[in-house]
């Protein structure tokens, strides 16, 4: 079922696969751009309004790239009926509407699954499909907020997190749950609805970080102590120091010229405190590139705290190819590696975002529409 033209994907292990993307917001975006990297045809599907602006979501050309674009008007009186032919043509649906808003227009889940039984339809929401939450308005900071991982990373609020973080997690799970989905159909040939709660995800997520949900270990976490914390260098940038063990503390003491500190046992404030002062005093005469350099061959957990710019320059990074560059525009590259006898299988997609509707009419003749069908339904402004 797939159509690799004017694409630009690698040959990955979901070559062969296409999916139906239906999503406008970021977790539909980095689930499907998951999928793409390995190989997948993915097909946004997007507003005939848009048609000829860039295919992007919220602006970023990471999360557009590779994949292709058709166009069809959800509210006209014939969605429904194209919708119903494109699910036929393809592998997998992604969508991020409200519960129950596709079947209430009259094309939903059930609706496909008769249609199509194999179909993978994956919906992700922020709180699920069903409970007392479903259908409340949120963004990421308000699923991180209830999930417990806002509390689990700093227990300290308030503070307001900069990043999305449950958004991408959830992106991940369902990405992963359509691959377990896919690999079930292989047997089965019984197609799923994925219910993707990015709440829960996040929730996941906390518990690894918290070590529980028993209100006595909620808000405790991993102790920042001497041994573990962020310490001001000499060129103003920061460094991490995680070396929580005896053998990486007796590295970092070593390293920074203070092995009379290998035996210190700080049990209470007063002595931590004089601790990173010490330690906060070494660190500040030389550029953290320099004590990670000098400390990181030691074992001594050391690392550089990278912003912005200084991700994309990291030694490291270019090395591995940890950023690909795409219409000029630095990106993460898939951190999915696959190496086989003969070396290393890159899995990013590195093909340049669609333009809205630039690929309708070749995804409506795969889905079985004639060149005079596609002219009527453009006519119509169905698509």
Same mark, same amino acid.
């Given at each position: 079922?797939?159509?690799?033209?004017? $694409?630009?994907?690698?040959?990955?292990?979901?070559?062969?696969?296409?999916?139906?993307?239906?999503?406008?917001?970021?977790?539909?975006?980095?689930?499907?751009?998951?999928?793409?990297?390995?190989?997948?045809?993915?097909?946004?599907?997007?507003?005939?309004?848009?048609?000829?602006?860039?295919?992007?979501?919220?602006?970023?050309?990471?999360?557009?790239?590779?994949?292709?674009?058709?166009?069809?008007?959800?509210?006209?009186?014939?969605?429904?009926?194209?919708?119903? $032919?494109?699910?036929?043509?393809?592998?997998?649906?992604? %969508?991020?509407?409200?519960?129950?808003?596709?079947?209430?227009?009259?094309?939903?889940? *059930?609706?496909?699954?008769?249609?199509? *039984?194999?179909?993978?339809?994956?919906?992700?929401?922020?709180?699920?499909?069903?409970?007392?939450?479903?259908?409340?308005?949120?963004? /990421?900071?308000?699923?991180?907020?209830?999930?417990?991982?806002?509390?689990?990373?700093?227990?300290?609020?308030?503070?307001?997190?900069?990043?999305?973080?449950?958004?991408?997690?959830?992106?991940?799970?369902?990405?992963?749950?359509?691959?377990?989905?896919?690999?079930? $159909?292989?047997?089965?040939?019984?197609?799923?609805?994925?219910?993707?709660?990015?709440?829960?995800?996040?929730?996941?997520?906390?518990?690894?970080? /918290?070590?529980?949900?028993?209100?006595?270990?909620?808000?405790?976490?991993?102790?920042?102590?001497?041994?573990?914390?962020?310490?001001?260098?000499?060129?103003?940038?920061?460094?991490?120091?995680?070396?929580?063990?005896?053998?990486?503390?007796?590295?970092?003491?070593?390293?920074?010229?203070?092995?009379?500190?290998?035996?210190?046992?700080?049990?209470?404030?007063?002595?931590?405190?004089?601790?990173?002062?010490?330690?906060?005093?070494?660190?500040?005469?030389? *550029?953290?590139?320099?004590?990670?350099?000098?400390?990181?061959?030691?074992?001594?957990?050391?690392?550089?705290?990278?912003?912005?710019?200084?991700?994309?320059?990291?030694?490291?990074?270019?090395?591995?190819?940890?950023?690909? %560059?795409?219409?000029?525009?630095?990106?993460?590259?898939? *951190?999915?590696?696959? $190496?086989?006898?003969?070396?290393?299988?890159?899995?990013?997609?590195?093909?340049?975002?669609?333009?809205?509707?630039?690929?309708?009419?070749?995804?409506?003749?795969?889905?079985?529409?004639?060149?005079?069908?596609?002219?009527?339904?453009?006519?119509?402004?169905?698509?």
């Amino acid at each position: 079922m797939s159509s690799d033209a004017g $694409r630009g994907a690698p040959i990955g292990p979901l070559r062969g696969t296409r999916v139906l993307d239906l999503t406008r917001f970021p977790p539909g975006a980095y689930c499907t751009n998951v999928l793409a990297d390995l190989g997948a045809d993915v097909i946004r599907l997007e507003s005939p309004s848009a048609t000829g602006q860039p295919s992007l979501v919220v602006g970023q050309v990471g999360l557009g790239k590779a994949k292709r674009s058709a166009t069809l008007n959800m509210r006209h009186a014939r969605a429904n009926e194209v919708l119903a $032919r494109l699910c036929g043509a393809v592998d997998v649906l992604v %969508e991020n509407n409200n519960p129950g808003e596709l079947e209430q227009r009259g094309y939903g889940y *059930p609706h496909a699954a008769a249609d199509h *039984p194999g179909l993978i339809w994956c919906s992700i929401t922020g709180f699920g499909q069903d409970g007392p939450n479903a259908d409340r308005a949120g963004h /990421d900071i308000t699923y991180t907020a209830h999930s417990g991982l806002l509390g689990a990373l700093e227990p300290s609020l308030p503070w307001q997190p900069r990043a999305m973080l449950a958004v991408p997690i959830g992106a991940v799970f369902a990405a992963t749950g359509i691959m377990a989905a896919l690999l079930e $159909r292989a047997t089965t040939g019984a197609g799923c609805q994925l219910d993707i709660s990015l709440t829960e995800a996040a929730t996941w997520l906390a518990g690894g970080l /918290d070590g529980g949900f028993t209100g006595s270990a909620m808000g405790g976490g991993v102790p920042i102590n001497a041994n573990r914390r962020l310490y001001l260098c000499a060129d103003g940038r920061f460094v991490t120091v995680a070396a929580a063990e005896p053998r990486t503390w007796r590295a970092l003491c070593a390293g920074l010229g203070r092995p009379e500190l290998a035996d210190t046992v700080a049990s209470d404030d007063d002595q931590q405190a004089m601790l990173v002062e010490q330690l906060g005093d070494v660190f500040a005469t030389r *550029p953290a590139a320099e004590w990670v350099d000098l400390l990181g061959p030691l074992g001594a957990a050391v690392g550089a705290v990278n912003v912005g710019p200084q991700v994309v320059t990291d030694p490291h990074n270019v090395a591995r190819g940890t950023i690909v %560059e795409i219409d000029g525009v630095p990106v993460p590259a898939n *951190p999915i590696r696959m $190496r086989d006898a003969s070396g290393v299988l890159t899995t990013t997609a590195v093909a340049s975002p669609a333009t809205v509707g630039e690929h309708t009419d070749a995804v409506l003749a795969e889905a079985g529409y004639s060149s005079a069908d596609i002219e009527a339904l453009r006519t119509a402004g169905v698509v």
